[in-house]
């Protein structure tokens, strides 16, 4: 069953604005995974956080994971137009039986950033 | 991180017809995933590839809609078999790094 929902599923902003997007998720996560999509093409790794960690930055991004609200967020600062793209986050939960890592992307929130 | 290399990048197909999708990887690597990404929709794992043994598939895919090959450490492909327009879709390669997935950039798959 789908994992992570993403709200918005669209968000468009001006450029400079700061850009947030959300993730909740249903069940235990070891990590929580944002991947960017631009148009349809390959995922790009962005960021992980791990289910002990609270808060992590990379760049003019920011996340935060809320275990107990079993949430994230995306913090994109001083947007430019190339962030216009697709952003996905995605679940890492041990698969049954002490399986691999299993990854479930959410829905995705369409990011559009306007010149 | 990961190098991959799908074929086809894109690809119009006719009802009822199979198409192959190759994966190529620049390093040596345990498991393959392959996933579907349905028109303005997420991804969805198809199945694992593992060398030497045959794929795993998650719940709703089925190897004879979806048959695998893992000849070796840096190859897969997979097949979408007797296709209909409901298989349009993007197809992603994907290998594990230390924590995270790597993607090929996907074959875009349009069935008449």
């Known amino acids: 069953s789908q994992q992570g929902e993403e709200d918005p599923q669209a968000l468009s902003i001006q450029e400079g604005e700061n850009a947030t997007m959300n993730c909740s998720y249903k069940t235990s996560i070891n990590n929580l995974q944002w991947y960017r999509q631009n148009s349809g093409r390959g995922l790009v790794h962005l960021i992980l956080?791990?289910?002990?960690?609270r808060e992590k930055h990379s760049g003019r991004l920011r996340v935060t994971l809320d275990t107990s609200k079993k949430s994230s967020s995306l913090l994109i600062t001083a947007s430019r137009a190339a962030d216009t793209a697709s952003y996905f986050c995605?679940?890492?939960?041990?698969?049954?039986?002490?399986?691999?890592?299993?990854?479930?992307f959410g829905k995705g929130t369409k990011l559009t950033v306007n010149p | 991180s990961a190098v991959i290399s799908q074929k086809p990048s894109r690809d119009i197909c006719q009802r009822g017809t199979s198409l192959t999708i190759q994966c190529q990887v620049d390093?040596?690597?345990?498991?393959m995933f392959w996933y579907r990404q349905q028109p303005g929709q997420s991804l969805t794992l198809i199945a694992t590839a593992n060398q030497g043994s045959e794929a795993t598939y998650e719940s709703g895919f089925v190897i004879d809609k979806f048959p695998i090959s893992r000849p070796n450490l840096t190859f897969s492909t997979l097949t979408v078999s007797n296709m209909s327009p409901e298989d349009s879709s993007i197809y992603l390669c994907?290998?594990?790094?230390?924590?995270?997935?790597?993607f090929g950039e996907g074959s875009r798959l349009t069935v008449l």
């Open positions: 995605a679940t890492a939960s041990l698969g049954l039986q002490g399986g691999s890592e299993k990854l479930v």
């Open positions: 956080i791990r289910s002990n960690e």
């Open positions: 390093s040596q690597v345990t498991m």
């Open positions: 994907s290998v594990r790094g230390p924590g995270e997935l790597f």
